[in-house]
């Protein structure tokens, strides 16, 4: 039996995941920040049972990011089991972080999903970094390994999402505001802004 997930023509994703295996993945799975900016990704697990404990190796870019710490999430604790976690490796010259914990208890382990650990990162430079598990694993409570999956997170460090008009990286009503102060505006115009014209068409209308 298999769970599906998908990328239509609207641009979802799409992946065929069997059906009772876990995933591990990057929250937000695409991160957007300016030069210098300090921020977190959280390890995420999601389709899991009986969860008894982890460990993951995350690779980064170090000409694009570097990692400042690695925190311990609320999820594999959540069941009032004693967690015991693994001092974080940071290898910023390498671009690898290691990290792991383990539960101990009579209770059951977490199910369902929520976040393993917080990784805090630093925009080094400009530049994508892609975020790769390149080993994790994921225990149950009697120390059996979980089926899982990993699926690779990305960070974008400068540049501006569509829509994003005052790169900010959110498209919010400030950027609403933005188009909307110059609508009707053709080029040429004291008011027109190339910026607000998101389709290049020489005037700020409604399908921008």
């Known amino acids: 039996m298999l769970v599906v997930r998908g990328k239509t023509t609207k641009g979802i994703n799409f992946e065929l995941v069997p059906a009772g295996v876990a995933v591990l993945e990057a929250r937000p799975p695409i991160t957007q920040v300016r030069p210098s900016d300090v921020f977190t990704v959280a390890t995420w697990v999601k389709g899991v049972t009986d969860l008894g404990g982890f460990e993951f190796d995350l690779t980064f870019d170090p000409m694009v990011l570097t990692a400042q710490a690695v925190t311990l999430g609320d999820f594999l604790g959540g069941t009032d089991r004693t967690v015991i976690e693994r001092d974080p490796v940071i290898e910023n010259e390498n671009g690898r972080i290691s990290y792991g914990a383990v539960s101990i208890g009579t209770e059951p382990g977490a199910a369902g999903e929520g976040i393993l650990a917080?990784?805090?990162?630093?925009?080094?430079?400009?530049?994508?970094?892609?975020?790769?598990?390149?080993?994790?694993?994921?225990?149950?409570?009697?120390?059996?390994?979980?089926?899982?999956?990993a699926v690779d997170g990305r960070v974008i460090v400068g540049g501006c999402i569509l829509g994003d008009l005052n790169c900010d990286c959110v498209v919010d009503v400030v950027d609403i505001m933005m188009v909307a102060s110059r609508w009707g505006a053709q080029r040429g115009d004291a008011n027109y802004d190339p910026t607000c014209d998101l389709d290049g068409d020489g005037d700020i209308d409604i399908v921008d």
């Open 118 to 149: 917080k990784v805090r990162f630093q925009a080094k430079a400009m530049g994508s970094s892609p975020l790769r598990w390149e080993g994790s694993q994921l225990t149950d409570t009697v120390g059996h390994v979980i089926a899982s999956r």
